[in-house]
């Protein structure tokens, strides 16, 4: 019994390492995208076909 719990137990942490891991990264290429396109915004002027 004591094997399963210590396999929970193992899961669970690595399961909540992994979700933060998930939440940083996204953060990253969410603000990332956010000022890739205020950039393009700002510079459409410029941009021609």
Do not use: D, H, P
Request: hydrophobic share 45%; net charge positive; glycine share 12%.
């Amino acid at each position: 019994m004591e094997r399963i719990y210590k396999t929970m137990r193992n899961t669970g942490a690595g399961c909540i390492a992994v979700g933060v891991i998930m939440v940083l990264t996204g953060l990253t290429v969410g603000i990332i995208s956010i000022v890739n396109g205020s950039l393009l915004l700002k510079r459409k002027s410029e941009i021609e076909f």
